[in-house]
């Protein structure tokens, strides 16, 4: 009797440990999925943080945050929204609430729909046609946004420092105060990029440009690197504005030598003449070409690959993985500094070396 008991208790024993184990293999698995899914809303948040960091926007944000109600709140302020439909309309891009109001205008309703700007209705409704693309009337959109308000704000600033520099030196020819600082960039720009690459003869009339375009792009890589979140050179819009000005200074500064080179080359026979003008000609359009993309990728992959990697440090979540992470982004924040410099350095450089191409005098060419 006593042996029954002992056996329908160890089997209850043994029953109630089975449902046990298998309870905690299911609230591993539960866990494990659970775990996996708040990993995958991670990763995915933070791509869509990093993408929403790289744009450009109508207002300028230093940073968000969710309330425990779940309201999103800003911390910044509202820059103006300048559009053109059917005349001039200016409001504050308040109104847009980061897209998620819909801003009225005597009678006229506005909305953000990807950092872009669209007519729609009150309730905001965006219709898209077959290929998910809005097909709602856009305005043209001439905002002051964050970029366009930096490339402002950097401009002044670099006009106070070159004037306050201008003004030290009619009190002494020593440079003081930001004069001891800018002189020894302004010297290696002119002895090391801009005499070497043009020659004496012509580069007093690029120094202007050159010194320029260098510090608007170290300024404003540097800018990058804060949490301000400015990526301003890594709009595309704004490298191809730049390269476009390097090219027209070289189309119309160049000497009658560059053209003849180009369209009809001294020394070589005529058949090679024809073949090789539209390659040349062609690659007056590739030269800036090539340096839009490369100041663009350039910066825009670093900011990608920091952010990523700084992204790490949520995921892992341990006393290993997270200050691996910190200390690669720390050292590869380092090296952006250098990036930043180096960018305005390949800018101005190869910028130089196309102008010295345009007023380059062959006298060899006039005995062909």
């Given at each position: 009797m006593h042996r029954i008991n002992i056996v329908k208790l160890l089997s209850l024993l043994l029953l109630t440990v089975t449902f046990s184990v298998h309870a905690q293999d299911e609230s591993q698995n539960?866990?494990?999925?659970?775990?996996?899914?708040?990993?995958?809303?991670?990763?995915?948040?933070?791509?869509?943080?990093?993408?929403?960091?790289?744009?450009?926007?109508?207002?300028?944000?230093?940073?968000?945050?969710?309330?425990?109600?779940?309201?999103?709140?800003?911390?910044?302020?509202?820059?103006p929204v300048i559009l053109w439909d059917n005349g001039i309309k200016i409001f504050s891009s308040s109104k847009l609430h980061h897209g998620e109001s819909v801003a009225e205008l005597n009678g006229e309703y506005f909305s953000l729909y990807h950092n872009k700007i669209y007519k729609t209705d009150a309730e905001g409704t965006i219709t898209f046609d077959n290929h998910q693309h809005p097909t709602n009337s856009k305005p043209l959109d001439f905002s002051l946004t964050k970029n366009v308000a930096f490339i402002i704000l950097v401009g002044?600033?670099?006009?106070?420092?070159?004037?306050?520099?201008?003004?030290?030196?009619?009190?002494?020819?020593?440079?003081?105060?930001?004069?001891?600082?800018?002189?020894p960039i302004i010297l290696y720009v002119r002895n090391?990029?801009?005499i070497p690459n043009i020659g004496e003869k012509h580069y007093k009339k690029y120094m202007s440009y050159l010194l320029t375009v260098f510090f608007f792009v170290w300024i404003i890589n540097l800018l990058g690197l804060t949490p301000l979140g400015v990526n301003v050179t890594n709009n595309i819009a704004v490298t191809f504005a730049l390269a476009l000005i390097t090219y027209l200074f070289t189309t119309f500064t160049a000497n009658k030598n560059y053209w003849k080179h180009?369209?009809?080359?001294?020394?070589?026979?005529?058949?090679?003449?024809?073949?090789?003008?539209?390659?040349?000609?062609?690659?007056?359009?590739?030269?800036?070409?090539?340096?839009?993309?490369?100041?663009?990728?350039n910066i825009t992959a670093g900011h990608i690959v920091l952010m990523s990697i700084i992204g790490l440090m949520f995921i892992f979540k341990n006393w290993i993985g997270s200050p691996?992470?910190?200390?690669?982004?720390?050292?590869?924040?380092?090296?952006?500094?250098?990036?930043?410099?180096?960018?305005?350095?390949?800018?101005?450089?190869?910028?130089?070396?196309?102008?010295?191409?345009a007023v380059e005098e062959h006298e060899h060419s006039e005995h062909h």
């Open positions: 539960d866990n494990h999925a659970e775990n996996s899914h708040t990993v995958k809303d991670l990763k995915t948040e933070i791509k869509e943080y990093i993408s929403h960091h790289l744009l450009d926007s109508h207002d300028f944000t230093l940073f968000s945050y969710t309330t425990v109600e779940g309201d999103h709140k800003y911390i910044g302020f509202p820059l002044l600033f670099m006009l106070w420092m070159f004037n306050s520099m201008a003004k030290s030196y009619k009190k002494s020819t020593i440079p003081s105060g930001i004069g001891r600082f800018l002189e090391d990029i801009a180009i369209f009809w080359m001294p020394g070589v026979p005529l058949p090679m003449k024809i073949i090789l003008a539209p390659i040349e000609l062609l690659g007056t359009f590739i030269k800036p070409f090539s340096l839009m993309i490369r100041l663009y990728a691996l992470s910190f200390g690669l982004a720390f050292a590869l924040a380092l090296l952006e500094l250098l990036v930043a410099a180096l960018q305005a350095y390949i800018f101005t450089m190869l910028s130089a070396l196309y102008f010295g191409m």
